[in-house]
């Protein structure tokens, strides 16, 4: 289990210096817009929280494990809106901790809105080495980090009751992270793009309701024009997460997705990531519980069975003349 543990640290270690995608991943991101897109916030008309939690890979020690949390309302100016976002990210010997603040601004277009958002916070980065099992010493793997990084965000959302589509970047600031480095090897905070959309189509009025929807990573989208030379290079691939999913009678929730990288279907040495299934169940009162599971369509099917989450979240003012109309997104 160490050696395996060690390969599995290792190569997301390489992978984060080769500036691939930093960002944790969620099965069910559409319970949790807000940590990618502050534009989102408000468009649930009312008070909406959530917490979720996600274990990745869970037989391997060492292995993701992520929790966010998310809060936000439009206030009696409807066209303003203001929310909060918290994700703690552990990954082996490091742990990522970071919190924003939340502004977006909604005009309406008809029976839809446009809504531009900001958002600033702090993130705290930490990492012990030590913990790593290395057969050979390694001097990139080398004592402890602990930064303070500060960054803010932009997105922007349009929706109406039946259709959304988003762009956003949380993290606008890329950070260098090496400390005076005397070799080859560099670490760095990469921005990240993504994009949104869904539609909902009635099947039986609002009683069975069909929605399918998709999210889209990019890291090197104006890698071309870093300032540094080295950080022109991205190696990430382009990520993207199709979803379909059915609405029975506004209170159950089954969805099915499959997550890979665009350039999986074109180069023979990328693979598909997972499949993956959701559950969720809304309660009258609006408190809202569910779990997804994810099978990995990679080689790691050979050590684990996959990741999971749960979630819980609450619907303030659920089905009240304030939300007369329940939001699918």
């Not at 993290?171 to 921005?191: F, P």
């Not at 619907?315 to 007369?324: Q, S």
């Amino acid at each position: 289990m160490k050696k395996i543990w060690t390969t599995v640290m290792l190569s997301a270690a390489c992978w984060c210096v080769a500036v691939g995608q930093q960002d944790p991943m969620f099965t069910k991101y559409m319970f949790n817009s807000l940590i990618f897109n502050p534009g989102y916030a408000g468009s649930r008309d009312h008070m909406s929280v959530a917490l979720l939690h996600r274990t990745q890979w869970y037989e391997i020690n060492g292995a993701p494990q992520t929790q966010s949390f998310t809060l936000h309302t439009p206030l009696r100016n409807e066209r303003v809106a203001i929310g909060m976002s918290l994700v703690n990210d552990k990954i082996g010997p490091t742990n990522t901790l970071g919190g924003n603040l939340i502004y977006a601004y909604r005009i309406p277009i008809g029976a839809a809105k446009l809504s531009f958002g900001l958002q600033a916070g702090i993130e705290q980065y930490r990492a012990d080495w030590s913990k790593l099992n290395i057969e050979s010493p390694d001097e990139a793997f080398d004592g402890q980090e602990n930064r303070i990084l500060p960054n803010f965000g932009a997105g922007i959302y349009y929706y109406s009751k039946y259709f959304y589509i988003g762009a956003s970047s949380p993290q606008l600031v890329e950070y260098d992270l090496r400390d005076s480095a005397t070799t080859g090897i560099y670490a760095r905070q990469a921005r990240h793009y993504y994009f949104m959309s869904g539609v909902v189509i009635p099947l039986q009025g609002d009683f069975i309701l069909f929605k399918p929807s998709i999210l889209i990573k990019n890291v090197g989208l104006f890698a071309s024009k870093a300032t540094l030379q080295q950080f022109r290079d991205i190696g990430a691939p382009t990520e993207f997460d199709i979803d379909l999913s059915v609405l029975f009678y506004e209170t159950l929730w089954v969805g099915a997705s499959f997550r890979s990288a665009i350039e999986a279907f074109t180069d023979k040495s990328s693979s598909f990531d997972s499949a993956d299934i959701w559950i969720s169940y809304v309660m009258e009162n609006g408190l809202r519980v569910g779990a997804a599971y994810d099978y990995p369509l990679t080689k790691l099917s050979n050590v684990t069975s996959g990741a999971f989450e749960v979630m819980i979240g609450y619907e303030f003012n659920f089905k009240t003349k304030k939300a007369a109309t329940p939001r699918y997104f």
